[in-house]
């Protein structure tokens, strides 16, 4: 008598990488461990080069670079990101300290598919500075935020965060790279749970169907 087929395994979902900066967050994306409902099907960045690319490059992963001094204006820098992205048919947008506010034209075509990373607990303390602007209010906790991207500064639907606490000696530097390392496995965990299971989005409610931890 024949085996019985064993169950298929779903084909790994396609997460496109954008970031601007050293890749930390794409390294632990890369690094983590098989099987995984998620492959890193492309990386791509608005430098001509960063450690983010150098880091793809090792790990065998296509890159592409979409500068915005190459483009007319922001909104065609836009589009034709949204054209580079989209050529590896992503089922995930991933900001992994990706340093450009993106327009609608990107958004559009990624409709609740891009998400970012972000160094401090959302709504507290959005922009480029993070880590120094909690220190400069004295804040005792902080952490990491990864949330639905949408038109606004860091203010999308909230994902997943998770605390850090601020210690009496901390300085930007210290503090940011402790939140990274939280923020590292806080991206890992939800980029899983967004591959591995459908989720919706009910207003600024993210519904999820795997767990983050
Ligand atoms: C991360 O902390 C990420 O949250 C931040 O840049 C760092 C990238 O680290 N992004 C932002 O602040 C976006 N506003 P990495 O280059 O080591 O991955």
């Known amino acids: 008598m024949p085996d019985a087929p064993t169950p298929s395994t779903?084909?790994?979902k396609n997460v496109v990488v954008l970031a601007s900066g050293s890749g930390t967050l794409l390294q632990a994306l890369l690094?983590?461990?098989d099987p995984k409902p998620f492959r890193v099907a492309a990386a791509g960045s608005?430098?001509?080069?960063?450690?983010?690319l150098d880091r793809a490059v090792a790990a065998g992963v296509p890159t592409f670079t979409c500068r915005v001094a190459d483009h007319a204006d922001r909104t065609a820098w836009n589009v034709a990101l949204s054209a580079a992205v989209g050529?590896?048919?992503?089922?995930?947008?991933?900001?992994a300290g990706f340093m450009k506010l993106l327009a609608p034209a990107f958004l559009r075509?990624?409709?609740?598919?891009?998400?970012n990373a972000h160094p401090s607990l959302?709504?507290?303390f959005?922009?480029?500075?993070?880590?120094?602007?909690?220190?400069g209010h004295g804040v005792k906790l902080t952490g990491c935020t990864v949330f639905l991207v949408d038109a606004g500064v860091d203010a999308g639907p909230i994902v997943a965060q998770r605390?850090?606490?601020v210690a009496d000696d901390d300085d930007v530097t210290t503090l940011h790279e402790r939140i990274k390392v939280v923020e590292r496995s806080l991206l890992v965990d939800v980029v899983t749970a967004l591959t591995a299971a459908p989720y919706s989005v009910h207003g600024r409610k993210v519904v999820l169907g795997w767990p983050t931890s």
């Open 163 to 165: 605390a850090v606490p």
């Open 10 to 12: 779903p084909s790994p």
């Open 122 to 124: 959302l709504p507290a």
């Open 87 to 95: 050529a590896h048919a992503p089922d995930l947008v991933v900001l």
């Open 31 to 33: 690094d983590a461990p």
């Open 126 to 135: 959005p922009g480029m500075h993070a880590p120094a602007d909690a220190l």
């Open 109 to 115: 075509a990624f409709d609740n598919k891009v998400i």
């Open 46 to 52: 608005d430098l001509a080069s960063c450690g983010a």
